[in-house]
């Protein structure tokens, strides 16, 4: 099977240190939230949450930025909060306040990696879907 070609391989050879003709552009997730099409995605994920657990919507909010700009890459839409909320330290929203959590994170360390690892295994056999 052969690869599709990349649109634009700007940034992959810049990663690789081959010669470019531009230096590569790219969005974060954090540039992209002013977006009306960012908006109403999360809208229909329901919750800052919905949006960055569901692999459809995030690789969504991922592409977006691409649509509307002439870019060479966007940073794959996800939060640090997704560690500890699939750790079960039950994570919730104060309106006006930010993230706040149920229970302490009080396991011990190897009970962490634990988690962390299969945390990691499930969360990377869901993005294949994006990619």
Do not use: K
């Not at 909010?61 to 649509?67: E, G, H, I, K, S």
């Not at 104060?94 to 990691?120: D, K, L, N, V, Y």
Request: net charge positive; charged share 25%.
């Amino acid at each position: 099977m052969v690869a599709d070609t990349p649109r634009n391989d700007r940034f992959l050879r810049a990663l690789r240190r081959e010669p470019v003709d531009t230096t590569p552009v790219w969005v974060m997730r954090q540039a992209g939230r002013y977006l009306p099409e960012y908006r109403a995605t999360r809208a229909r994920a329901g919750s800052f949450m919905g949006l960055a657990t569901n692999p459809e919507y995030a690789c969504e909010v991922t592409l977006q930025p691409l649509a509307r700009f002439d870019l060479d890459a966007a940073i794959l839409f996800s939060d640090i909060l997704t560690i500890p909320d699939a750790m079960g330290l039950g994570l919730s929203f104060e309106q006006g306040e930010g993230p706040r959590f149920a229970h302490r994170c009080a396991m011990p360390p190897r009970s962490i990696a634990s988690r962390c690892r299969t945390w990691t295994r499930n969360c990377a056999m869901s993005w294949t879907r994006c990619a």
